[in-house]
């Protein structure tokens, strides 16, 4: 059961997401009403220390943002009941409820407080084993082959899913659980119209350690089973669909033995329900004239437990929805402009995220680096910092795909940005020795000498520079090399960064103005 927390704050009329920092956005989400700036803190369980790069969403208004250094994002928010969901690379995904009540509403000189909530968040470090026995009619048990093992997380709602299948020893293992937390592991098997189930509890998880599960005995349902069709609705207005393998016995079927509920806030929502092809095809309707809500494919959960024909009964426990974004993304076209230092690319209609993947001179391999959204009509734009650390001088690979509820783009299609950040500094002209002087770039193969006479407009190249191993963090080259011995007189020169054939950016490298005389 997820957390549901609640604020209290002075009202403002603020109308877009407020960072940490004094940027300030608009986030598209057509109230007119007062709004308080409610700060979120993303943190570990443990130390509570903030964690950056989470991203927050707010669930069904289409914006997110991700958590700057110390962890926390602010969004300006009119009062309401709300869903969000953090999540961060190597971390549980996490979803909450909380809502926003507004003070002094009235007020002509409203003052806005700002609420800082924690959302704990668990590392995914910690891992299980153990085997799963069927307990036989003679009360004999043999290890199960083959059967689902399914980890439930108590206290924290989620949509992240663990399980697998134990092997033929009975044996399994699921890896990049989330330490500091209880689970507790069930197992299910479908033997034609039996159906097997079992369950074990753990102590809470430690980082890097496998805990061993205790054996799951699972005992028979007698004539249960489980649905044989599970037909998702593909539209707002479609129904759900389930197909069972034997009738139901429908004169005895009570009123909660067919509900569906709203998954974040874990209540019921109405329902038509009806039966069909010998009683064995339930179909439900959303009770709704608008049809179920657009947003996820995990926004509802349906839970069938109805007595059958043959004296058991017929079990459905699944999760559904209308995803908002859906579909198979195209490649992403990302440009650079270095003028602006902002990467830009046109925003994909069916991506709700998109991930940013960055390789470099030092490392061939894409690695991921942050996930950000966008809303509106685009195009999207991102600062290089975001991507880059600008204080290292060295080659940039970027990719950026799509994703949504269903698929993420695929990288290797996606186009490659490179970005040559690999122009010296710490360019200068020592007079007395009349040597041109600058700092090392590790992954430089060359540097390039470009100049220019004032009152004109182009550098044309003059010289290249090979590197040489002095182990010194200091490249020079004398001016006569460059301009000539007796050309005296004013030069603005660029030392450019070479990397192979990869040549660092001229528009932005360092202009270095000497007056060369005798």
């Given amino acids: 059961m997820k957390k549901f927390i609640s604020f209290t704050v002075a009202a403002a009329i603020l109308t877009g997401f407020v960072g940490c920092s004094d940027e300030t956005y608009d986030i598209n989400m057509g109230l007119q009403h007062q709004s308080a700036a409610v700060t979120l803190h993303a943190v570990r ?54 809502s926003v009540t507004l ?71 699921i890896d990049s659980l989330p330490e500091g937390i209880a689970l507790t592991c069930e197992a299910r098997y479908f033997d034609g119209g039996s159906v097997y189930t079992g369950t074990q509890t753990t102590q809470e998880l430690r980082a890097d350690v496998t805990t061993n599960v205790a054996t799951i005995a699972m005992s028979c349902i007698e004539n249960s089973y489980q649905y044989d069709i599970f037909t998702r609705p593909a539209t707002q207005t479609d129904p759900l669909v389930i197909t069972f393998p034997v009738a139901a016995q429908l004169d005895d079927i009570r009123a909660d033995d067919i509900t569906v509920t709203n998954t974040a806030q874990n209540i019921q929502v109405g329902i038509v329900t009806s039966w069909s092809e010998g009683n064995r095809t339930l179909t439900i309707r959303t009770a709704d004239p608008n049809g179920w809500r657009s947003g996820s494919e995990t926004d509802y959960t349906v839970s069938v437990n109805v007595p059958n024909v043959e004296g058991g009964r017929l079990t459905a426990n699944e999760q559904f929805g209308i995803a908002k974004y859906t579909g198979e993304l195209a490649a992403v076209r990302c440009e650079y402009d270095p003028s602006t230092n902002m990467i830009s690319w046109p925003l994909l209609p069916n991506a709700s995220n998109y991930k940013i993947y960055v390789a470099s001179s030092d490392d061939n391999d894409y690695l991921f680096k942050t996930i950000v959204s966008f809303s509106g009509n685009g195009p999207a734009e991102l600062p290089i910092s975001t991507v880059i650390d600008e204080n290292d001088r060295k080659v940039y690979y970027v990719k950026i795909v799509g994703v949504n509820s269903q698929y993420e783009g695929n990288l290797a299609q996606a186009k490659e940005l490179t970005i040559a950040h690999i122009n010296p500094q710490s360019v200068f002209y020592d007079t007395g020795t009349k040597m041109i002087h600058w700092s090392e770039i590790d992954c430089a193969t060359a540097y390039r000498i470009y100049m220019k006479v004032p009152d004109t407009e182009s550098y044309t190249l003059k010289y290249t520079v090979p590197v040489t191993q002095n182990n010194t963090n200091d490249t020079s080259i004398s001016a006569i090399s460059v301009f000539g011995a007796n050309n005296f007189g004013t030069y603005y020169i660029k030392v450019i960064g070479v990397y192979n054939n990869i040549l660092g950016n001229i528009g932005t490298a360092e202009e270095l103005r000497i007056d060369y005389t005798y």
């Fill in 45 to 98: 369980y443990d130390s509570h220390r903030g964690l950056d790069s989470t991203q927050i969403e707010i669930v069904g208004h289409g914006i997110a943002a991700i958590t700057d250094m110390t962890g926390c994002v602010t969004f300006a928010l009119p009062a309401g009941n709300y869903e969000l969901k953090a999540s961060r690379p190597g971390y549980l995904t996490v979803i909450e409820n909380f």
């Fill in 103 to 173: 003070a002094n509403e009235q007020s002509d000189m409203p003052i806005v407080n700002t609420d800082l909530t924690d959302i704990e968040l668990h590392p995914l470090t910690g891992a299980i084993k153990g085997r799963v026995t069927t307990i036989l009619n003679d009360n004999e048990r043999r290890y199960q082959a083959g059967a689902e093992v399914r980890v439930k997380i108590a206290g924290i709602e989620t949509d992240a899913v663990f399980q697998t299948q134990t092997d033929n020893e009975g044996a399994y293992a």
